[in-house]
T-cell receptor, first 114, second 115 residues
Framework: GQQLNQSPQSMFIQEGEDVSMNCTSS?????WLWYKQDPGEGPVLLIA?????ELTSNGRLTAQFGITRKDSFLNISASIPSDVGIYFC??????????????FGKGTHLIIQP | DTAVSQTPKYLVTQMGNDKSIKCEQN?????MYWYKQDSKKFLKIMFS???????INETVPNRFSPKSPDKAHLNLHINSLELGDSAVYFC??????????????FGEGSWLTVV
């Protein structure tokens, strides 16, 4: 099945640093979603993007829906210890009939060193 | 109240057994899903139901049988469990729409270990 290329695969950063991760796809989506998963929990929605070019913020998080509809990035500013976890991008292409569901990237493992 | 709840959270069972995982959503959504997360954390869709009808059935062994008694529930039954079925299974729900608001919300997962 279709997959998204998410990078980087893992990041080791110092507390207070900014973080940037992105996803690219060979096909277009009409929704991009970013999730965070903590150990032992399910993915929790961070930001949802519905229009090409859309730039959306949620606190220290900022995400953009690429103009080509084939990519998205997520930035985290001034990282703190609770930002540790796995971040997933996901694309959804639903056009009114047939198949639905999310295609996920393989995740970015964020590790913060104090 | 938890929006998407699934039970049990942990399940350890022997090979060959049959087990079920239950899922309920109280978000008023019309579409529910089952996803599988493997040991490398990759998430992949297994099934999608809209208004109790199956709309996606990915390449999943027919030992896996979803059942949706109503729009708010989607259960997953697994027959003749195998070691390779060990994984985390996530239930999710959404509204099936082309516009804003078609985000998908996940349950907390069911950790299945087959021994």
């Amino acid at each position: 099945g279709q997959q998204l290329n998410q990078s980087p695969q893992s990041m080791f950063i110092q507390e207070g640093e900014d973080v940037s991760m992105n996803c690219t796809s060979s096909s277009i989506f009409n929704t991009w979603l970013w999730y965070k998963q903590d150990p032992g929990e399910g993915p929790v929605l961070l930001i949802a993007l519905y229009k090409a070019g859309e730039l959306t913020s949620n606190g220290r998080l900022t995400a953009q829906f690429g103009i080509t509809r084939k990519d998205s990035f997520l930035n985290i500013s001034a990282s703190i210890p609770s930002d540790v976890g796995i971040y997933f991008c996901a694309g959804r292409m639903y056009s009114g009939g047939g198949a639905d569901g999310l295609t996920f990237g393989k995740g970015t493992h964020l590790i913060i060193q104090p | 109240d938890t929006a998407v709840s699934q039970t049990p959270k942990y399940l350890v069972t022997q090979m060959g057994n049959d087990k079920s995982i239950k899922c309920e959503q109280n978000l008023g959504h019309d579409t529910m899903y089952w996803y599988k997360q493997d040991s490398k954390k990759f998430l992949k869709i297994m099934f999608s139901y809209n208004n109790k009808e199956l709309i996606i059935n990915e390449t999943v062994p027919n030992r896996f049988s979803p059942k949706s008694p109503d729009k708010a529930h989607l259960n997953l039954h697994i027959n003749s469990l195998e070691l390779g079925d060990s994984a985390v299974y996530f239930c999710a729900s959404s509204r099936l729409t082309t516009g804003t608001g078609n985000t998908i919300y996940f349950g907390e997962g069911s950790w299945l270990t087959v021994v």
